[in-house]
């Protein structure tokens, strides 16, 4: 039973292969549960799921920000410095969210556009040896939306958990028909409830780049596989030597173009995420010296995990791509095509012009995205500390 449940993070068999898009198996299931795939008014009972969809709309996209715009009105006057601190962090993170959303909504036929593209790609990949690649990196994939449903309902758990034992409100919505004091279960459910589907969304949108651009390095590593061995059959001749050659410069132009697909919705998601992201490590380091019991500590501890897996990773795999380009040109250059006939050198140098060009994914096309990048959006969040620590804000909000 736990095979299949698990199948899809499971070693390459030669009877259950998995081809690119099926590294999209657990990340499409998170998008059916947001109803954010609709069905062709054809299938049966497709307006239940239209329902499912307006549904989640209404209650994680109108009704959390505006409990959160009331609770500012209505409640701050009564809010003591740990509500504060916990109130602020919960709107940057839920409009960065619905921002997001907005983006990947009217780019998301380039969503389909890419899977075209994997399919075309998973085309070439004849051996046993590359399909056993392409199965791992889709297993992989798998397993990284397994992981950040671990860490982000993790926090979530973690939150709620601490809310009912301090007898709190975990994330500061305000409920106009439940009131807290009265039914105060009722009102942390409808407030957990809400609230998964913003941190559901959150897993979404942080997942796919990290799932595109792991298939995408996967496909490059293939190629330069068969760079390597380009010339490297003394049976064949001349003309099979130079066909597979042209082979590989349109593996590589295809590459490039997948990487152009994605590159408008990736660069809008991560500038978004990268500015949010000093912020809220900034509030949460702040807040942790507000926060008098260990269960706070643990909650904010949690959740600077999870702001952190909002953009570490997705770094370090651009920063991996911008290597793999790297090591592309010099595998080319290295490559057998010294004593080739002219056309196949010339083909040669027009290839290893091409692939000097890395494949770069930008945020907002303003900054890179990789470790560097991360690392001083990181640093800004010590800029919020030393400014609330300078103007002594802790002591005027005891």
């Known amino acids: 039973k736990s095979n299949m449940i698990f199948k899809y993070i499971q070693e390459p068999t030669l009877d259950a292969l998995l081809r690119s898009r099926d590294a999209l198996i657990y990340f ?36 959390v920000p505006y409990g959160l715009i009331m609770t500012g009105i209505k409640e701050f006057k009564n809010f003591t410095t740990t509500d504060l601190f916990t109130y602020v962090q919960v709107p940057v993170n839920t409009n960065a969210s619905i921002m997001k959303s907005i983006f990947v909504l009217f780019m998301r036929a380039r969503f389909a556009k890419a899977q075209k593209m994997m399919d075309v790609m998973d085309s070439r990949c004849v051996k046993m040896e590359e399909k056993s690649q392409v199965h791992r990196a889709a297993a992989l994939c798998n397993r990284v939306v397994i992981i950040y449903h671990g860490i982000y309902f993790g926090y979530l758990t973690v939150a709620v958990t601490g809310a009912l034992i301090i007898r709190k409100s975990p994330f500061c919505v305000y409920n106009p028909l439940v009131n807290a004091k009265d039914h105060f279960y009722v009102a942390i459910t409808i407030e957990a409830v809400t609230m998964a589907g913003i941190i559901m969304a959150n897993l979404i949108l942080d997942v796919y780049p990290i799932i595109y651009v792991v298939v ?5 590593g293939l190629l330069s596989q068969r760079i390597k061995e380009l010339r490297s059959d003394t049976d064949k001749g001349e003309d099979q030597h130079y066909a597979e050659l042209v082979e590989c410069v349109k593996d590589h132009q295809l590459i490039v173009e997948y990487g152009n697909t ?3 919705m990736i660069s809008a998601t991560m500038f978004i995420q990268l500015l949010s992201v ?10 942790m010296q507000f926060y008098n019991t260990t269960m706070e500590r643990l909650v904010s501890g949690t959740y600077t995990i999870a702001i952190l897996s909002q ?14 380009c790297d ?13 080739a006939e002219r056309r196949y050198r010339t083909t040669m140098l027009y290839f290893i012009h091409n692939v000097q060009q890395s494949i770069l ?5 303003i900054f890179p995205i990789c470790l560097n990048t991360n690392i001083k959006m990181a640093k800004f969040a010590f800029s919020v500390v030393t400014i609330v620590n300078k103007m002594d804000l802790a002591e005027k909000l005891r």
């Open 361 to 365: 994914f930008t945020a907002g096309g």
């Open 216 to 220: 995408l390095r996967t496909h490059m």
């Open 262 to 264: 994605l590159r408008p």
């Open 327 to 339: 090591s592309l040109t010099n595998t080319l250059f290295h490559s057998c095509w010294l004593g």
């Open 278 to 287: 000093g912020l809220l490590l900034g509030l949460a380091a702040v807040s």
């Open 28 to 63: 499409n299931r998170c998008i059916d549960q947001m109803g954010w795939r609709l069905p062709p008014r054809t299938a049966k009972n497709w307006w239940l799921y239209y329902l499912w969809t307006l549904a989640v709309l209404v209650f994680v996209f109108i009704f």
């Open 311 to 324: 953009t570490f990773p997705f770094c370090y795999v651009c920063e991996q791509v911008s290597s793999d």
